[in-house]
Each structure stands twice: as structure tokens, then as C-alpha cells.
């Protein structure tokens, strides 16, 4: 084959880390309302913070440069749960940095159902080491939520380098963000392969730059994504992460020996 990807692109949520999360759940409302009161906070009601923290969403997604529709850039949602603790009663000098990440987690916590990597997710990424080829986590997502995400599911140390939108300002399908990606591995567009499970965000973006990128059908088709992304240069059906791996050997034309390392890697189920 022609193609010789010297770096791997990943994105996280579905495409790594099976999740499932309600935000915007009652459930969700009436346990981070029990935590914030539990730190000293004096809300009435699940209510008041459901919309404390639906006005302050608004506020910076509005303003974002091309308003709460901008596909291209991410807001930071720190400031969101440094409202809410002020609303709360908390005052300037308590709203630490580090009292306004606990709440996003508990927040966060609060409003997952389903929150873990993939089978063989940090082994695929070991195997990419093993393999030597850089690996980069390139993810639209809350640094806040994601960080303490990537420790839990046992991911932090699995990447040669990690992007995270809201610590960048930017986010996919933008080009900025793939391009950064690109700057810190030192690669051609082309030479890099993308993998994801969103055919906008991750596909179409990625193309758009000039990379290949493999599609990992994981979400159902009544959520928007297809069976078969057309635009990618291979789809897989779920999280085959052995498939991709024996796609990336032959790309790259890996020895006997490397490729032999799939089956200790990642085994037949």
C-alpha cells in the first residue's frame, strides 16, 4: 500500500470510552443540588441551580465568535460552576479553582449512567506504542469532566500527547484544532489517520485537513451517524480495535514479528 501513517489521531467518547451521560436529567438536578448544600450552599430547590446553571451555559456559548451555533470553537465551562457557586452564596474569595472543579465533577458524576473505556481501548494504545507510532487524543470535550475521566478509565498515560477543545479554544470539525494536533506530532496531513465515531466532527473534519481517518460505528443510526461513513477510508463495525490495528500493520507494512503482535495484544475474543 502507499499510505505509511506515522501518527495515529484519536478521538475519546465512543470511539474509547463508552459513555452515557443525562445533563440535563432531573435525577441529575436533585444530586449535584444535594452536594452543593452539602458544601454549604443555600439553594431551595434542584431547580434553582438547574437554571443558574442554564443561564450561565447560555451566556458563554453565546460568547463564543460565531455565537452558540460555532462548530469551530469551545467555551469553557468552569465559569458556568463558578456561577452556580456564587449563586449559591459562596463569595469571590471561596471560589477557588480548585472548589470550582470539584463541583464540575460532581456534576459530572451526577449525570453519568455509563462512564468506561472500551475492552482493549488502552491495550489497542499500547500496541501503537509498542509499534512506536505516536498516538494523539484529540477530543471536544471539558477538560474538567475529561481529565479525571482519562484516570478513572485508566487512559491518561496512554497518549503521546492529549487535545482537549475546552483547553484550546477550539474544537472539531474546525481545522485549527486538527492542525495543532498535527504541529505537535510534526507530521504531513497526510501521513496521519484519524479515528473517531462521528462522520462530521471526526470524518468530515479530519478530511478536510487532508487526512485519512477510520470510521468506528458505535452509535446507533437513530443518533445521526451511518452504518458506513463514506467519507472515511475504512468503517468498522463497533469498536473493532483489532481490525484497525491489522489496517494500520498493513498501511504501514509492518514486519511478520509487529503484525504477530496483534494477537498478543489484542486477542479473539
Request: hydrophobic fraction near 45%; include cysteine.
Amino acid at each position: 500500500m502507499d499510505k505509511h501513517y506515522k501518527a495515529i489521531f484519536f478521538d475519546l467518547y465512543g470511539t474509547l470510552i463508552d459513555v452515557w451521560t443525562e445533563e440535563e436529567a432531573d435525577l441529575t438536578f436533585e444530586t449535584f443540588f444535594a452536594w452543593l448544600n452539602s458544601q454549604g450552599a443555600q439553594f431551595s430547590t434542584p431547580e434553582e441551580v438547574h437554571n443558574v446553571y442554564s443561564q450561565a451555559l447560555a451566556q458563554v456559548q453565546a460568547a463564543l465568535p460565531g455565537g452558540k451555533e460555532d462548530l469551530d470553537h469551545e467555551f469553557d465551562v468552569a465559569p458556568v460552576f463558578a456561577r452556580i457557586l456564587r449563586a449559591g452564596g459562596f463569595g469571590d474569595s471561596q471560589i477557588s479553582e480548585k472548589f470550582v472543579a470539584r463541583a464540575a465533577w460532581n456534576f459530572r458524576m451526577a449525570s453519568n449512567l455509563r462512564m468506561r473505556a472500551f475492552p482493549s481501548a488502552a491495550k489497542l494504545l499500547a500496541l501503537l506504542k509498542a509499534w512506536e507510532i505516536p498516538t494523539v487524543l484529540v477530543s471536544n470535550a471539558q477538560a474538567l469532566y475529561t481529565r479525571p475521566e482519562l484516570e478513572e478509565c485508566g487512559l491518561a498515560h496512554s497518549f503521546t500527547h492529549i487535545l482537549i477543545s475546552s483547553e484550546q479554544g477550539v474544537r472539531k470539525p474546525g481545522k485549527q484544532f486538527f492542525q495543532r494536533a498535527l504541529q505537535l506530532v510534526q507530521c504531513q496531513s497526510e501521513s496521519v489517520l484519524m479515528v473517531g465515531n462521528e462522520e462530521l466532527n471526526d470524518i468530515v473534519g479530519a478530511r478536510k485537513v487532508g487526512m485519512d481517518a477510520a470510521y468506528l460505528q458505535t452509535l446507533k443510526p437513530e443518533w445521526g451517524q451511518p452504518y458506513i461513513s463514506p467519507t472515511a477510508v475504512m468503517s468498522f463495525a463497533g469498536a473493532d480495535y483489532r481490525n484497525l490495528a491489522f489496517f494500520i500493520a498493513r498501511c504501514n507494512e509492518l514486519s511478520d514479528e509487529q503484525v504477530a503482535m496483534i494477537d498478543e495484544y489484542l486477542p479473539h475474543n
